[in-house]
């Protein structure tokens, strides 16, 4: 017989679950918006002031495009990429639900604040609670309202999709019987959050004012912790709403008010005559530090305690990985080997992070650097170094890379730990995958993913984050981490139900292959 502390572990394992597949859920619509963050970096520097003017007015052009489509309309975009996610299958049909469902919910808010005599009038709507999203003026919920409209849509959807009425009614089975459920939800919904709302905006506030009271000692528990959670998956929980929401902060920038450290970024960088400083709000997205000086520092120690004959091997497996690091900011090939070395390696790792950016920003260091290299050249260029003192990046990172250096070094061999290069039987799996990895046959069968998940049967659902592939089983114990590792990764990291495996770049292929194999994509 169950008993209640049974019934409580088996709840708390359930949640973690949850917010597992949400963190992986979470980033897939993010990582398109990287494609709009590429094009602005390029529109902001044709804007520049010696440009010729028909290249200003072109950048101009696709600024106002771009900056609008995808920074101002991140509800809808990660409300689709949410539903899309969590559909088990009929991804196509819970992509057209999703939208019909956000659009039920703009209306019905809106048709809900007229009714009872509560849109305010007012020729600007900027801090007023309200706001405009795709053209009608809503309760301002930023991207929360995508998130959770993403999250229930998916929810209802899975468990309506397969519907079936009687022959006469057929036609208003499956997907569209999912369609209506989600727009009657989407109704409810919208006038609970006319009467919710206003008290969660107030409590957004002040979050946000404990955390900016909190001064530097802030900004390192946010460094760390994001740096720290890596290796369960919800680190994104921990940035995520201060990058694109409210609680990251709120600035009005050439008369449009925006919301989360990287729309008022954005923002900045695109209107630099416009302004006079730099908004705090950039201290959220400074986690790049460890990307760039932790990986040459952490690399170069690794290589350093390497054994003479294995240097040329850790070299020919490690420089490639860091080199990703640097320039693009994926680091999760390298930070893998850190936590399977030793959890000490790690805990030191994401310190270091933590006060990095605690000093960067103590210092006047006001530049978006949540990536690699590549993220800064914008604001260097676009932006006067009064304002971003840039040079205390590159002066307390150059500092950072020796003291990585001489602390993996000390702890390496202090502990005697087993780094590659280190121990007879290393064989270099993952990381290896970053410089060979040129399409999913080239590392490997997913077939042997997929019996070493415990086969078909076993798996529940297969979905990927930006490097990671998270899958949920039904038995953990039929995992056989041999099998998967026939298949070049850079880790597999089991707890409770959920298996992640560390792809690399490759995973949204693979995660795709996974898929069509299982019979889960069926458009």
């Known amino acids: 017989m169950a008993t209640s502390q049974d019934a409580a572990v088996k709840q708390k394992r359930s949640a973690l679950g949850v917010m597992k597949l949400f963190s992986g859920a979470i980033i897939q619509p993010i990582v398109f918006l990287s494609v709009v963050g590429i094009v602005l970096a390029v529109c902001v520097i044709l804007r520049l002031s010696f440009m010729p003017a028909v290249i200003q007015t072109i950048g101009t052009f ?133 009467y919710v709302w206003p008290f969660v905006n107030k409590g957004i506030s002040a979050l946000s004012t404990l955390i900016e009271d909190s001064g530097l000692f802030g900004v390192f528990v946010y460094g760390f912790l994001n740096r720290f959670l890596i290796p369960t998956g919800l680190h994104h929980l921990v940035y995520m709403p201060f990058m694109y929401s409210a609680i990251g902060g709120t600035a009005t920038i050439a008369g449009q008010t925006y919301e989360g450290a990287v729309p008022i970024y954005t923002a900045e960088l695109g209107n630099a005559s416009a302004i006079t400083s730099i908004d705090p709000s950039v201290k959220y997205g400074l986690f790049g530090f460890s990307k760039i000086w932790g990986s040459i520092g952490s690399v170069l120690a690794f290589i350093h305690c390497a054994r003479p004959e294995r240097k040329d091997d850790v070299k020919a497996m490690m420089l490639p990985a860091m080199g990703v690091a640097l320039l693009a900011g994926i680091t999760e090939p390298l930070e893998f080997l850190y936590l399977f070395a030793s959890p000490l390696l790690w805990l030191v790792h994401s310190l270091l992070d933590g006060l990095g950016q605690m000093l960067e920003f103590a210092l006047g260091f006001r530049l978006m650097a949540a990536g690699g290299i590549l993220d800064i050249i914008p604001g260097l260029i676009a932006l006067p170094a009064e304002m971003t003192k840039w040079y205390v990046f590159f002066i307390v990172g150059v500092i950072f890379i020796a003291v990585w250096y001489f602390s993996f070094v000390f702890l390496i061999q202090k502990l005697d730990l087993h780094v590659p290069g280190r121990e007879e039987n290393y064989v270099a799996t993952g990381t290896g995958a970053v410089k060979n990895a040129k399409g999913v046959a080239s590392m490997g069968d997913v077939q042997d993913i997929i019996d070493g998940l415990g086969g078909k049967g076993n798996i529940k659902a297969v979905i990927n984050c930006m490097t990671r592939l998270r899958v949920d089983v039904y038995d953990i114990s039929k995992v056989d981490k041999d099998k998967i590792n026939r298949f070049k990764n850079s880790g597999i990291v089991m707890k409770k139900d959920n298996v992640q495996i560390i792809i690399g770049l490759k995973v949204d292929d693979v995660c795709e292959a996974i898929n069509q194999k299982l019979g889960a994509i069926t458009e």
């Open 62 to 194: 696709f600024f106002n495009v771009f900056l609008p489509a995808g920074i101002s309309n991140l509800p809808v975009i990660i409300m689709i990429g949410l539903s899309v996610a969590f559909a088990h299958k009929k991804k196509t049909d819970a992509a057209v639900v999703s939208i019909l469902t956000f659009l039920v919910y703009l209306y019905a808010n809106n048709a809900f604040l007229k009714m009872t005599g509560r849109l305010i009038q007012a020729d600007t709507l900027a801090g007023t609670g309200q706001g405009m999203v795709l053209g009608l003026q809503v309760n301002d919920t930023g991207v929360f309202a995508g998130i959770i409209i993403g999250c229930l849509t998916g929810w209802i959807f899975n468990r309506t999709c397969d519907t079936q009425f009687p022959e006469a009614l057929r036609i208003y089975g499956g997907s569209r019987f999912s369609a209506f459920c989600c727009m009657m939800m989407a109704i409810a919904f919208g006038i609970v959050v006319s």
